[in-house]
């Protein structure tokens, strides 16, 4: 299998975009999206963007490269009562079947970035982008004290080295490498805007809590803790990650987790 698509299939991620929706609507509402829009939300997981982006008015299209996201993301469609929104599973550095300019919007919150072979995936977002519209990214920003950069890097610190020739897809968080991945699709470096923006992620349950949900159904920690049981070194992992939740903490209770995270926001104009 594309160890990709075995990565995102593992566990449940939607368990985890529960507590991104509120930040999702956010960013949608602010690209100004609306009626007559042609919306690709790659790397869509179960719709944290794309629904927001449908119930605005947008004809949406869903892609993501684990089916189980898929399926859920359709459910969510179907349970909203939205005609204007579909889901279906493809791989960010092909996108087989789409047609050149044909989208006014590509939206890849977190979804993309995980994708290997960064410079086709520029180039491919780029290839479905209508001429006048954008490619809009977010995208976790390598060594940044907050959240998920800090679950990534201490997970990675417990996991077997990377294969030969992996790209780290915390390099779509760096200004330099997002203007060099676009400026090989044809976008100006004019043409291309990075600025950081925040993302919050909420939980009704205690930081622990939710260490255990990234535990078992978040496919990077999961691998961490499949490597740190072999090296007997689970419970040190364990505490790490609860000592990053809790101080992180902003909810003002131990019963809530809620908690900011910082990213680049990516937006590469289409002529």
Partial sequence: MNPNKALWEKGDFARIAISM???????????????????LDLGCGDGTTALPAANLGAD???????????????????????ANIRFEEGDATELAGLPDKNFDLVLSVFGAMFAPRPFDVARQMVRVTRPGGRVVMGNWIPGDPTLVAQILKISSAYAPPPPEGFISPMTWGLKPNVIERFGKAGIPEGDITCEEATYRFDFPLPPAEV???????????MN???AAARDGREESLKAELD????????SGSPDRTSIPA?????TANVY
């Fill in 243 to 250: 000592e990053l939740f809790i101080r992180q903490n902003t």
């Fill in 224 to 226: 961490a803790f499949e």
């Fill in 262 to 266: 910082t990213y680049l926001k990516v």
């Fill in 21 to 39: 929706r509120e930040s999702g609507e956010a960013l949608v509402a602010a690209l100004g999206v609306g009626p007559g829009m042609t919306v």
């Fill in 60 to 82: 949406v299209l869903g892609v993501d490269i684990a089916g189980y996201l898929v399926e859920a993301g359709n459910r969510r469609a179907q349970e909203a009562g939205l």
């Fill in 211 to 221: 260490v255990e949900t990234f535990r078992h159904y978040y496919g990077p920690t």
